[in-house]
């Protein structure tokens, strides 16, 4: 059988300073995991390119009804 595709899979999910929290194979999976919310306002706070970011995460984020 033909292989498919090489070039997808193997996500991660990150801290804010680039430490790989979790990781993904070529399969298909949902990654989980828990993030510091300290650790990325001390990013925010440390590392200059995402000191002014506050408000980029919140731009068209759903609402909750309730």
Wanted: net charge neutral.
């Amino acid at each position: 059988a033909a292989l498919g595709p090489t070039g997808v899979g193997g996500s991660v999910v990150a801290s804010a300073l680039g430490e790989v929290l979790c990781s993904a194979d070529a399969e298909p999976q949902l990654l989980v995991c828990d993030i510091d919310l300290d650790t990325a306002r001390k990013a925010r706070e440390t590392v200059a390119v995402m000191h002014n970011r506050s408000g980029l995460a919140h731009r068209g984020r759903a609402q909750s009804r309730t």
